[in-house]
């Protein structure tokens, strides 16, 4: 489209900052809400380790996260 810009880096780019940003943050928060469903003492038994594992994998990913993207 145009001679100075490049339309079609800048959606990756915009793509690939909100799933680095906001997306990292929304599984930061899902990972709590695993952890806190593991944790509950109101809950059936059938929700504590799969909060447990939600917790787990979601945590990872926000870890993992900003490892991948320095390198």
Do not use: N, Q
Not at 20 to 44: K, N, Q
Not at 49 to 65: N, T
């Amino acid at each position: 489209m145009s001679h100075f810009v490049d339309v079609d880096a800048l959606w990756k780019v915009l793509v690939a900052g909100l799933l680095g940003g906001a997306g990292l943050a929304a599984v930061y928060a899902l990972g709590l809400v695993g952890l806190s469903a593991y944790t509950a003492e109101d809950t059936g038994s059938a929700a504590r380790p799969v909060g447990l594992a939600v917790a787990a994998a979601c945590l990872l990913i926000v870890l993992v996260g900003p490892v991948s993207g320095s390198m």
